[in-house]
């Protein structure tokens, strides 16, 4: 049975909440395969609304099992502050969610390692301490979640950081926000009582994963963030500190890439991106704060304002060729409602000379200009239509030529946050 991902194609908060929970009806499984908690999935069910930052939104289905892969990073308390939330609104979740033994660990050291080291600011980050602890990672000193079900072994582990923390902020010249052996006294009295409450979710979810496709059960893997957050293929280093694109879910859930055949790649009808780094299709500020407020377009984990801009064909078609895109939804079209006209961008503009593709150095990227396709837009508002024929001829059109652009099928429309506020693209109109 081929595994499904679902993977944004700009630099995150494309909708993927919604399309993962739409998506997730039929499944067996959904798996986060990377990132922590500087995701943010908003779900809307009927007049309740969710707002997902570890756990995928297939938790909000009866049927899924859900997992969070050795690709993640996981913050304990915050992991069961969400459990214990969804909990109380009567999701249940024991039994559903399992968490990688293999994950790491999020302290709250990383939290003040991400500001002693600049990188909330220099790269206006989330400040989860997600860095910081994929760091610990990469450098071979990071802590595992089967660690926390081992107290002796975690007090080692803890004394061993807070020595490394305390050589750094002394190379800093500046002081911890708080004594660092109190700190590790009161981690490990946190991480203990929160290591029982969690030991029932903590699981090799790499064999269960091998043992679901064996039977040949359906898997959904949620991506977090977008292409363009990429830390190989993003705009470096305005990036996060994983692997966001659709190759991901092999080595962050150790599914077999040839497992991964459909992969659905998930575009906003416009762009937005929040913390800093190069913006090519970028609108100037007023026409920004008109579009923000029509798209509330804040930050579903950190409230800042989204920067706004037209959609960037040629980050749509970079997205597609790097995630093997087979097929596209494109959300919030209804948005773009009464604005008389919209623009794409088509190609950058660099040194005199046009660029199909965008470049590898950011700093060029930084100079590139938009080139810009006027395209006419419509009135109607588009939240209660359900049929493609039933669209504004120039929304169909707005649709239709992105579909061309991107050289992939277009299946599916999002028209609202509902979970019914959605429109099949059918195959005939192409
Ligand atoms: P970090 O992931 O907190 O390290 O932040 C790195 C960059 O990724 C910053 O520009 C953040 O604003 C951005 N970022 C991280 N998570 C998300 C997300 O879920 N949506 C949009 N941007 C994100």
Not at 54 to 83: N, Q, T
Not at 149 to 175: I, M, N, S, W, Y
Request: charged share 25%; hydrophobic share 40%; with cysteine.
């Amino acid at each position: 049975m081929p595994v499904t991902v679902v993977v944004g194609c700009q630099w995150g908060d494309e909708g993927k909440g919604k399309i993962v929970d739409h998506l997730a009806k039929g499944v067996d499984w959904v798996a986060r395969y990377q990132g922590g908690a500087n995701a943010g999935h908003t779900v809307v069910i009927g007049r309740r609304s969710f707002v997902l930052h570890l756990v995928p939104s297939g938790i909000l289905h009866p049927r899924p099992r859900c997992v969070i892969g050795h690709g993640a990073v996981v913050d304990p308390s915050y992991l069961m502050e969400e459990i214990d939330g969804l909990v109380s609104r009567g999701i249940p979740v024991e039994g559903r969610l399992f968490v990688s033994e293999g994950a790491h660990v999020l302290l709250p050291y990383h939290r003040w390692l991400e500001t002693l080291e600049g990188q909330d600011v220099r790269v206006g980050t989330t400040k989860r301490g997600v860095g910081p602890a994929y760091t610990d990672k990469i450098s071979r000193v990071g802590i595992r979640m089967l660690e926390l079900l081992q107290p002796v072994r975690l007090r080692r582990r803890l004394d061993e950081h807070v020595e490394r923390v305390r050589v750094l902020f002394a190379a800093a010249g500046q002081t911890p926000p708080q004594p660092l052996d109190a700190a590790r006294d009161e981690w490990q009295a946190t991480l203990s009582g929160l290591a029982h409450r969690l030991r029932p979710y903590i699981a090799d979810t790499v064999t269960m994963l091998h043992e679901a496709l064996a039977r040949g059960e359906k898997i959904l893997c949620e991506g977090a963030q977008g292409t363009f957050l990429d830390v190989d293929l993003g705009t470096y280093p305005f990036v996060t500190s994983s692997t966001t694109t659709a190759g991901g879910a092999s080595f962050g859930l150790g599914l077999p890439p040839s497992s991964l055949r459909r992969v659905v790649g998930i575009c906003k009808a416009y762009a937005t991106r929040v913390g800093e780094g190069p913006f090519t299709s970028e609108l100037p500020r007023e026409e920004a704060d008109a579009l923000r407020e029509r798209g509330s377009e804040f930050g579903a984990t950190t409230g800042r304002p989204r920067r706004v801009g037209w959609l960037d064909l040629v980050q749509l078609r970079r997205a597609v060729q790097l995630n093997g895109v087979t097929e596209l939804v494109l959300t919030k079209l209804d948005v773009l409602s009464g604005i008389p006209q919209l623009r794409l961008c088509t190609a950058y503009r660099s040194n005199g000379a046009a660029r199909p593709h965008p470049p590898v150095d950011t700093e060029e990227l930084a100079s590139c200009q938009p080139v810009w396709e006027d395209v006419a837009g419509w009135e109607a508002p588009l939240t209660g239509v359900r049929r493609y024929a039933d669209l504004p001829g120039e929304a169909r059109s707005y649709v239709e030529r992105i579909e061309q652009e991107a050289g992939t099928r277009l299946k599916l429309l999002s028209v609202g946050s509902a979970r019914s506020a959605v429109v099949p693209v059918p195959t005939r109109s192409r």
